[in-house]
């Protein structure tokens, strides 16, 4: 029988109310019963592609870590397999073939974050000093390892990934379900604004916007469209003063996220909250919003998706709800996995 990895848990979170072992969070909550739901929101059959190209933005401005995929061709010995005759190998053969690979930043375009993307210092088991941890108090080093940290703790490189936590388990679990669309660049335009809890509840009145458990919540501000129209050549200027993000700093828009049992936050933005975070002394996260949902909800997020051409349908035709199928790679150990979800309407 499982046994807690945690004396304590974070204030407001729900570590175990899934089970002691449970690597899913909120993903437990599109159940069969939301998966019927998104299908019933099929009435015409349209489909869209809600993923930018992998390519974009572009550079690393928008995150210096994070660089464009770099594709190339597989290769027998030295000799490359793009438009490759197989008579190279036996004469009577007539075919040709291309075949190529890529390294590719998991989170550089339209992504998933894994619950093993943002952990906190935090004492979960109670003897006085915080230790890194993540959701459901899987430990850093133990469950979550890789090179030499930088505090100095040593961990086997071979071994780098998420033992657990892993954007895996929701590629096996499978996200696909009933999604509900806030169309804050209707509202605010492309101004870059922080959406607070009172903002994003007028807006969704406004809208007849509403929530249920287990419904995935999609925001879309316009940001992927800047993105598209900068050409993979973007500006810091102009990524940092284009359109809305969450004000994670805002407690009663986090108390609401959990409150609404929402199973995803899905946005064309970066990072869906704020990057600055409104200023606030003392320690606390920089990343409020990953915070209270990755680290304290076990709530996944997703940012830079493609958002335009749903909305404007959705729009133009009364609805804000539809099913959505938007499975990650099922890439053993990764933090993170690029997406090419599909709206289906």
Known sequence: MSTKRWKNRPEGSNWGDFGNDDQLGRINLITPEKVR?????????????????????????????RHPPHRQPTFLGDKPYINFPLRNIDGQNTD??????????????????????????????????????????????????????????????QLFGAKSLGIENFA???????????????????????VGHDRLMQIMKDDGV????????????????????????????????????????????LD????????????????VEGIPAQPKEGPRPALPLHHHCLFKLGLPLAELWFLSE?????????????????PPLRLPGAVGSPATPIATV
């Open 172 to 194: 096996r679990h499978g996200i696909q379900g009933r999604a509900v669309l806030v169309d804050l660049e209707a509202h605010v335009g492309r101004e870059r604004v922080y």
């Open 37 to 65: 739901q998104g299908v019933a929101e099929v009435k015409e059959g349209q489909t869209f592609c809600l993923s930018l190209p992998l390519d974009y933005p572009g550079g690393n401005i928008l995150n210096e870590r």
């Open 256 to 271: 609401w996220i959990t409150d609404s049992g929402v199973a995803a936050l899905i946005a064309d933005n970066y990072a």
């Open 96 to 157: 040709v073939v291309s075949d190529d690979q890529v390294t590719i930043c998991l989170q550089y375009s339209t992504q998933w974050d894994a619950l093993s993307h943002v952990g906190s210092f935090f004492d979960a088991d109670g003897d006085g000093e915080a230790e890194k941890v993540y959701y459901n108090g899987f430990r850093a080093g133990e469950h979550v390892v890789g090179p030499k940290s930088w505090d100095g703790e040593d961990s086997d490189a």
């Open 210 to 253: 509403f929530v249920e458990p287990g419904d995935m919540l999609v925001f879309r501000t316009g940001f992927a469209d800047e993105i598209l129209s900068m050409n993979r050549q973007p500006t810091k200027e102009r990524l940092e003063n284009s359109c809305a993000v969450l004000d994670g700093r805002d407690q009663k828009l």
């Open 310 to 326: 749903l909305a404007d349908w959705l729009r133009a035709n009364g609805r804000n709800r539809f099913l959505l199928t938007a």
